[in-house]
């Protein structure tokens, strides 16, 4: 998750800018660098590595200027090089860029076609020469952007100085956070309250396709559509941290909200995407006959989505099993098997206890976790990081929605070492895997709708939800979701097995919700829902506009983005999530702090 800071004002830009990015090193990064205003010019200083590098380079080329832009990259296109980091620079441009623009290889083919020389590898560059371009062509530099705004497919937030505007820094974000600071004399825009919060506590939190212009007297803001907005002031804390919950009523709002930029960076480690390759890492799964996934709770259920992938994909034998019942039975392991811890604190004591089982019996294993340094990580044989950043609720959100993300991508480079992937399918799903974080960002539209489900949810006592294929777990994971916060009674079960037990559940006061992306499969679970609607149950369909109708009485749909089968589990986790959310919000029960949990279960 890239770090965003700029400042336009009347005191010294640079040391803020890096004080800045330091509080933002907690989002993990790889590079960082800032450019500022200087006599008209706009000059850069980048460096590889910690912010302490770019501080060196600041005592050897200091930069005095007012005005100016800084950024922490995490790589996503490119390897983490000087010439890779940010801001970059086309012309009159120079910006920096949180975020993936799907689209950045037929852009990038169009200007060089029009005479456009890049220096680095990037996607981020790509805007800068169209905006560049753009400014040639439109005398008004908000004209220009709103232009490149429109042309740009993905997840991003932008942060743009240009050459001849000495005040001026432009904004814009669709799908990655942005904030506007107001000072005194002085304007700010960050990635976050925290990156903002050394200067000043009044933040205005730009919405889904804002864009805005800043100078140091002021902001204009304005929607995607180009009409003004008029965005609220808001006084966040003086001591703004890690636990910041901004604009946000819970976390769990925000760490849900957050989940682009967490699968993004995610995916990342695993992918390349200017190449549309895996990356290879440091697990051989042509030498692996099997594979053991041992987990608890929420990373059980992402455990059983990767199972899903590693045999469809790789014709990889893959077993999950709850970590608490593992440790006790003695499972027959054969020595070909890898076993695999899945943990967001890399603490969970049952899970951490069935590791160091398997790695006394001799097997090979693997790590899973969202904390690098934890006990997890360092016992395993391989570390298999999740990049989600520090999750405050306690109901898991962006940590599950990174472990699946690591799972499908860690399944595809399983098919592409054992043969069972060819370069053709290979380059099909990493795009797969590259939209994901826009259309997790499209998800977040069905909000509303999903408020209007929550307010008949929260009058129920108990909840089915069902799912087939990947979208199985996902069911079990909505349930579990549901009872954690709400206190809601909810099952979720496949959805084929309905008429084996369950259907008798089915009653007018039990909602029934329904997974039903367009798959293979979507027929089949059609036909369930048509059973149930037929007994009275109210059922609600997530599913996309191009599903066909159901043709049942009592079948409520929502409209979910149209995706590709491997990303479901990861754009239809969305919904499920909120509608957890806002039927606790609907109840009024504690929904960061459930009770009777607890975050990391470190006792059996």
């Known amino acids: 998750m890239c770090g965003i800071i700029g400042v336009t004002g009347i005191g010294p830009a640079v040391p803020r800018l890096i004080d800045s990015l330091k509080r933002l090193e907690y989002r993990g990064y790889d590079s960082a660098g800032v450019a500022a205003l200087v006599d008209g010019r706009i000059e850069r200083r980048r460096a590889k590595g910690k912010i302490r590098e770019l501080e060196a380079v600041l005592m050897q080329e200091p930069l005095e200027a007012t005005v100016g832009i800084g950024h922490t990259r995490w790589a996503t296109h490119g390897a983490p090089t000087t010439a890779n980091a940010h801001p970059h620079k086309a012309g009159r441009v120079t910006l920096v860029h949180n975020g993936i623009i799907e689209n950045f290889a037929e852009l990038k083919a169009d200007l060089i076609a029009g005479g456009s020389d890049f220096e680095s590898q990037t996607d981020t560059e790509v805007v800068a020469h169209l905006m560049n371009r753009e400014l040639e062509r439109h005398n008004d530099p908000l004209a220009a952007f709103k232009v490149v ?21 432009l904004g814009a974000r669709r799908g990655s956070p942005l904030v506007v600071g107001w000072g005194e004399g002085e304007m700010y ?31 204009r803001m304005f929607d995607a559509s180009g009409a003004p907005a008029d965005r609220a002031i808001v006084q966040v804390s003086a001591s703004s941290a890690l636990v910041e919950k901004g604009e946000y009523r819970h976390f769990m709002e925000k760490e849900i909200h957050e989940q682009p930029d967490s699968v993004q960076h995610t995916l990342s480690h695993y992918l390349d995407f200017v190449n549309g390759k895996v990356k290879p890492g440091d697990t051989d799964f042509s030498k692996i006959d099997r594979i053991q996934i041992i987990a608890c709770g929420t990373a059980f259920y992402a455990g059983q989505i990767g199972r899903y992938a590693f045999e469809k994909l790789a014709g990889l034998p893959c077993d999950v099993e709850i970590a608490s019942e593992f440790r006790y039975r003695n499972p ?28 006394q019996k001799g097997l090979d294993t693997a790590a899973l976790v969202n904390v690098h340094s934890s006990s997890m990580a360092r016992e ?21 929605t990174a472990q699946v993300a690591a799972l499908l991508a860690l399944a595809v480079t399983a098919g592409v070492q054992r043969g069972t992937i060819d370069p053709t399918r290979e380059a099909e799903l990493v795009k797969a895997l590259f939209e994901a974080p826009r259309l997790i960002a499209e998800a977040m539209q069905m909000e509303d709708a999903l408020k209007d489900v929550a307010h008949e949810l929260a009058k129920a006592t108990d909840v089915l939800f069902l799912g087939r294929g990947s979208m199985f777990p996902l069911a079990m994971e909505g349930a579990l979701k549901l009872k954690e916060i709400s206190y809601i009674h909810a099952e979720g079960y496949a959805a084929g097995e309905l008429k084996h037990g369950p259907i008798a ?3 007018e006061l039990t909602p029934i919700v329904a997974l039903a992306p ?87």
């Not at 205005?204 to 396709?209: K, N, P, V």
């Not at 811890?341 to 398997?358: I, N, P, R």
């Not at 395993?380 to 599950?400: C, D, N, Q, R, Y």
């Open 149 to 169: 705004l429109d042309q740009l497919t993905g997840a991003y937030a932008l942060a743009v100085l240009i050459e001849g505007e000495n005040e001026l820094i």
């Open 380 to 400: 395993a044989g391989h570390l298999w990081p999740t990049h989600a950043g520090p999750e405050i609720g306690v109901a898991s959100t962006k940590a599950f």
């Open 505 to 507: 559940l089915v009653d």
């Open 332 to 359: 027959a392991l054969t020595p070909g098997t890898l076993g695999v811890a899945v943990s967001q604190s890399g603490e969970t004591a049952d899970t951490l206890a069935s590791l160091s089982w398997c790695k």
């Open 518 to 604: 367009l798959d293979d499969v979507y027929e089949k679970t059609a036909s369930n829902l048509q059973e149930v609607a037929a007994r009275g149950g109210p059922v609600i369909m997530i599913a996309p506009k191009s599903a066909p109708d159901p043709h049942g009485a009592g079948i409520r749909r929502v409209d979910a983005p149209e995706c590709h089968t491997l990303i479901a589990p990861l754009v239809y986790a969305i919904p499920v999530q909120l509608l957890a959310y806002y039927t606790a919000v609907q109840k009024g029960t504690d929904v960061d702090q459930p009770r009777n949990l607890a975050k990391s279960v470190t006792v059996e």
């Open 189 to 219: 825009l960050g990635s976050d309250a925290l990156a903002v919060g050394p200067f000043t506590q009044k933040i205005s939190y730009l919405e889904e396709g804002d864009f805005v212009a800043l100078d140091r007297s002021g902001a």
